[in-house]
Nanobody, 126 residues
Framework: QVQLVESGGGLVQAGGSLRLSCAAS????????MGWFRQAPGKEREFVAG????????LYSDSVKGRFTISREYAKNTLYLQMNSLKPEDTAVYYC???????????????????WGQGTQVTVSS
């Protein structure tokens, strides 16, 4: 059974940092695109960041570019999201996602991903 489990969320003041982790189990994702999405109350789920299977290419939404960094650790089958200079508008539930096909380009639409974690809450206070 494939599982993606996020951790690292919490409450932080504006300007602070958090590091999210997404541990994958049940199958390796070393050849798959992985990404982070977020969903704020009353809003649609939105793309935050994505990374290719090789880790050689990343993509960020304009709202987080320059503040967030996505990375992956193959030995641990784990995806990370380092979030710096957090703003109140970053408050949301953050989800990691993985695609099932190998060697795909970075995907930005949520329906293109096949596996999802349960989400971790990030709250940024002003």
């Amino acid at each position: 059974q494939v599982q993606l489990v996020e951790s690292g969320g919490g409450l932080v003041q504006a300007g602070g940092s958090l590091r999210l982790s997404c541990a994958a189990s049940g199958r390796p994702f070393s050849r798959q695109v992985m990404g982070w999405f977020r969903q704020a109350p009353g809003k649609e789920r939105e793309f935050v960041a994505g990374i290719t299977w090789s880790g050689g290419s990343t993509l960020y939404s304009d709202s987080v570019k320059g503040r967030f960094t996505i990375s992956r650790e193959y030995a641990k089958n784990t995806l990370y999201l380092q979030m710096n200079s957090l703003k109140p508008e970053d408050t949301a539930v953050y989800y990691c996602a993985a695609e099932s096909s190998a060697y795909s380009p970075i995907l930005i639409r949520s329906y293109e991903y096949d596996y999802w974690g349960q989400g971790t809450q990030v709250t940024v206070s002003s």
